[in-house]
């Protein structure tokens, strides 16, 4: 249906008793009473312009497709039988996780990979806090040994001041 209603019949010599262009679809499609269809149909045996009108109509509103339709249908993907067996998969909730519709992170091998990055990265964290418990202590004992400061080290030993001016001979 490709028709501009607002332009239908304008300057085209519509007679003051002829209906709206949109009561022809109204017609065609079989929504409109039986008795003022009717009288419609009668006014278009004896109008040129509304006969034309609901012609249009009834071929707008008709089954039969055009080739340029058919064309244009078959080149949908909707209608590639593919699709349709996916489609039907989805509405009956079948799909399987080899199907091409499961978004990638579902998938088994992902989660795996998923699984050992999680627990490599849970590795990693703890080798790094071991490592930096291990320097702390070494510190504290350096520290422990010889104190270079009045400020005591969180862990130290507590040890005697020994702040020394000069070269140690």
Known sequence: MNR?????????GIQPDCPDPLVWYEIASGELAPEPTQKYVQHATDCEQCSGLFAGAVSD????????EAKQ?????????????????????????DSESVPWWS?????????????????????????LQIAEKLLARAYSDE???????AGAR???????RGAKE
Do not use: C, N, Y
Request: net charge positive; glycine share 6%; proline share 5%.
């Open 4 to 12: 501009d209603f607002e332009s239908i019949g304008l300057g085209r």
């Open 61 to 68: 509103l008709s089954d039969e497709t055009t080739a340029v």
């Open 73 to 97: 249908i078959a080149a949908l993907e909707s209608a590639r039988p593919k699709w349709q067996r996916r489609l039907a998969q989805r509405i009956a909730g079948t799909i399987t996780p």
């Open 107 to 131: 998938r088994p091998r992902v989660r795996r990979l998923a699984l050992v990055a999680a627990g490599l990265a849970v590795a990693v964290i703890g080798v790094q806090q071991l490592q």
């Open 147 to 153: 104190r270079p400061i009045e400020l005591r080290m």
């Open 158 to 164: 507590h040890a005697k001041f020994t702040a020394e």
